[in-house]
Structure formats: structure tokens, C-alpha cells
């Protein structure tokens, strides 16, 4: 009912708008509402990096490329670009615990902490004894309630540290559990890099431990198998281009993928997993992609090569655009300039649209200056960096356009539905675009000029070190990827290369967990920074 809902919306909309235009303006704008409806059409699941969602998007996106003419630039002559996306460490179903023959069942009343040691261990165990040699038990009551009002306290770090510490000691294993009455949020984090222990370490609810190890003074037979692997999954890039003959390119790009269920934690949905379509996020940025490659092949626009580029992986923290920046199918040092589109389809009522990067070349000023649309009014931004993929291209020094009609309440939410595109606003956009391209037809390789950085996620922290984090990075700790000039990080000293581990006594594996060790600090708050620069390790003093 849904999907027919929106279909008869769609085609109202099409009849109403459609009277103002031209019989040639309105093929792309039924192109844009088919290129939208079917990217944002439930049977795509979101379009969730490496998934068959992702798959279809790109067979499409490849579809529309071929018919528009353009050329395959990925790999080995075809239209796709594959990268690999580390999906975390996950729990393989031959895991399990036994007490005395018994099992606890997975999930809820038992898991492996992420970093334990893949092994069997089995053997006898008395729970009010620890002695060297064999498990022994740890209840975290006193540590939560040592720490109830320290707001630096972070219960994942501490439990890594004393499982280290008890291993140490002789445990052989560690079976983790809270008899308090306080709820410890204690759950397998798939995304933990933490260097791995050489004890398996479990947790298993209080409840469990209640039923099958009711008598501490008693011993029982323990059987603990941990087998945890390192999960992959592959993104892909589609790219075509026009070749000219030029000496410089254009590059155009848009990220295709969403957040398919919600299944990486980075939906704003809080009901039960529902597909999330991403029309405007970004359907309607690949949609302009294509009309754009499709009016740009049929121009005179001869003095410049383009090349078209739908990223993956956006969604995950900029993995396919950072990819092809690292391993580019053209030569990024005879790049003009990048222009990305990101959410171009809720052109709001005031007719606005944000420009990022204007400051990145001294050109767009005289560009702007010269560009007049009645149907378009923008607002600038001078930075070359923010949470989509123009960004990969600013830190290889290319000038960049970042277009944006804004956020809204469907924002990484199931309710970001194609019905709620605005078709004509979009429309003018791609027009709007298109006039940018255009005017740089004669001119020659554009200057590149650095801007102010912002941070590359949306958060609620208040403190901040100033670096922009590499999503991509597969080790422990946050890799630097850039450093914000001006602000703390550079004052310190921290340069782009570094691993970033610690934060005062709050140790961190990744970018989520980095996350929340800022939040829990204030401005004025005084700490130190460890990180890693090559085999040497480094603390800074600092007050946020």
C-alpha cells in the first residue's frame, strides 16, 4: 500500500510539474523521479554497503552509464571499483559455555567479550577460589559501584585492563559477571579492536550464574570454547567517464548507499529494524549524478575529461571516496576540481541551498558572482571538509563543491521516502550545476586554496581535539587522517599518521569509542592524550 501510495503521489507530481516545463526539461525530470523511486524502492533494503541492495543500485547505476555513453573506469576495465570493509570480529556458532554438562544458552545469558583468546578450555572450577592455573570468576559489583560518580569512568576499558591484570595473576580464563542490581550495559561489541588477550573471557548474566553455579563453595566442570573471526564485506564504486582528450578532469560524484536496516548503529530510528530508502540520502544525489552525466556527454563541454564516480561505503565514514583517493583510476594530479551532491532533494519553500568548499579555490567567488538562477538562492560555506565525500578530495588538495538542501526530521530514518522528494526543486539543481560546469569550460586548471576543517561526523560532544578521523583504519585506536588548523591537536603537535588510544584513563579501539570518550569530557577539563607515531609512544598534556 506504501509503495502505491507513493507511485500515484509520484505521478500527480509529475502531471502538475510537468505543465511548466519544456518537452525537453521534462524527460530529466521523469528521469529523476524514475532514478529516485527506484533506488529508494523497499525491494533495494537500503542499499546497505556490501549487501544485494548495494548490488542492484550498482547494476542500475551501471545500466544508466552505458546508455548514457560513458566510458568504465574501475578495475580492470569495468564500471566497478571494489574495496573491503572490516565488519568487526564476530561469534561463530561452535562458541559455547558448559557448567557441569549444561549449557547456557548465547546471546543473553552468555557471549565472549571481543577480545578473548580463541580457544577450548575445559576444567574443574570453584568459584570462591582463584587459584593459579585455572578460571576463575570476577564479579564486577565493586568495580561499578568504586566508580558511580567518576564521570571519566568507562566499564569496557576497565574490564579489558583487569582481565589483563587476572591473566597475569594465573587466571586461565574469565567468567565475567554483576551480581548488583545496577544495570552494567555489558554486550559483545563486534567493533572492538582491542589487542587480544591470551585467557578466554566470557560473561554470562547474573541469572545464568544463579541457575547453573548457584554454590560458590562448590566445583564444577567447566567447558569454554571461544571462536571469534575477523568479518568482511566488499563496497563497490561505479565510475564512468567521458574522455576528451583534455588535459585536466572533472569529477562528479555522489554516495549511492544508505543504512540498509540500521544493522551498523547509525540510524536515528528508535522502533523495531525497518528498511531505511535514503530518497534523499542519497538517491536524489545519484539520480542528479546521472542526469548530470547524461547532459554533460551530450554537451559541447570539451576542454575538460569527467568523470563520473557513485561512491559506496559513505555512510560508514567516507570508505569508497577515501579508497578511490588512495587508489585512483586517473591521474588526481590532473583533477580541476570535484563537485559532490548530497542530499539534493528537499529544496525547502525559501528556494536555499548550501555550497561547501567555496573557499577552496579563489575561482568560485568570480563563479558565483556570475551565476544568476531566479529559482535557486545559496547559501556558502567556505570549508573544503564535512560529513560527505568531497572530503577525500580537499586532502588531496583539489578544489571542491559540496551541495546540500539541508537536513530534516527523516534523516536516517525508515521515513526518508521518495514521496517526500521535491522533483522540481531538484530538478533546478541539476540545472543550477550544470551552469557551474559549464562556465568552467574555459577556464584553465583551477587554484586550490586550504580552508577551515570540520569535523566529518555529526555528535553531540562538547570538547573536541580538532582531527579528522580515518573510518577506514583497521587497527586499534583512531588514525589521524587530518588535523584541523588551529585547534588543539595541532597546538599539541599531533599529526596526520598518528594513532590516537587514550584519553586520559579512558582507552578507546575505534572511532565510536573514541566518540564517547570526549563526551565525557568538558571544556576547561584538564588530561592527557597518549598515541602512537610509528614504535614510539607519546602523551600530551592538555586542557580542553
Known sequence: ??????????????????????????????????????????????????????????????????????????????????????????????????????????????????????TLLEAPVTPAIQESNSPW???????????????????????????????????????????????????????????????????????????????????????????????????????????NGAATTVILGAHYDHLGYGEDGNSRNTGAPAIHNGADDNASGTAALLELSKMILASKLKKNNYLFIAFSGEELGLYGSKYFTDNPTIDLSKVNYMLNMDMVGRLNDSSKITVGGYGTSPYWGQLFADIKDKNITVKFDSSGTGPSDHTSFYRKDIPVLFFFTGTHSDYHKPSDDADKINFMGEYNVVKYIYKLVEETNNQPKLAFTKTREQQTIRSNFTVSLGIMPDYTFSGSGVRVDGVSEGKLAQRLGIKTGDVITQLGDIKFTDVTSYMQALSKFKKGDNTKVKLKRGNEEIVYDLTF
Do not use: C
Request: charged share 30%; hydrophobic share 35%; aromatic share 10%.
Open 137 to 243: 570468576f570476577y564479579d564486577i559489583k565493586e568495580l561499578i559501584e568504586e566508580n558511580k560518580n567518576n564521570p571519566h569512568f568507562d566499564l569496557p576499558a576497565a574490564l579489558y585492563d583487569k582481565a589483563g591484570v587476572l591473566a597475569k595473576r594465573g587466571a586461565t580464563g574469565l567468567i565475567i559477571y554483576n551480581s548488583s542490581s545496577t544495570d552494567d550495559g555489558i554486550k559483545y561489541n563486534k567493533r572492538d579492536k582491542s589487542a587480544l588477550l591470551k585467557i578466554p573471557v566470557v560473561y554470562i548474566s547474573n541469572e545464568a550464574k544463579k541457575k547453573f553455579i548457584p554454590d560458590e563453595s562448590g566445583t564444577y566442570d567447566l567447558k569454554v570454547k571461544v571462536d571469534i573471526s575477523e568479518k568482511k564485506r566488499w563496497g563497490h564504486n561505479v565510475i564512468g567517464y567521458v574522455d
Open 1 to 118: 500500500m506504501k509503495r502505491l501510495f507513493s507511485s500515484v503521489f509520484l505521478l500527480l507530481a509529475f502531471v502538475s510539474y510537468s505543465q511548466k516545463l519544456k518537452k525537453s526539461e521534462k524527460a530529466v525530470f521523469a528521469a529523476l523521479q524514475q532514478h529516485v523511486n527506484y533506488l529508494a524502492d523497499d525491494k533495494l533494503e537500503g542499499r546497505r554497503t556490501g549487501t544485494n541492495g548495494e548490488k542492484l543500485a550498482s547494476e542500475y547505476i551501471i545500466n544508466q552509464f552505458k546508455a548514457n555513453g560513458l566510458q568504465p573506469k574501475g578495475d580492470k576495465g569495468t564500471y566497478i571499483q571494489e574495496f573491503e570493509v572490516n565488519d568487526g570480529r564476530s561469534i561463530n556458532p561452535s562458541t559455547h559455555l558448559l557448567v557441569n554438562d549444561q549449557e547456557i544458552k548465547g546471546d543473553k545469558d552468555f557471549f565472549p567479550l571481543p577480545y578473548s583468546a580463541n
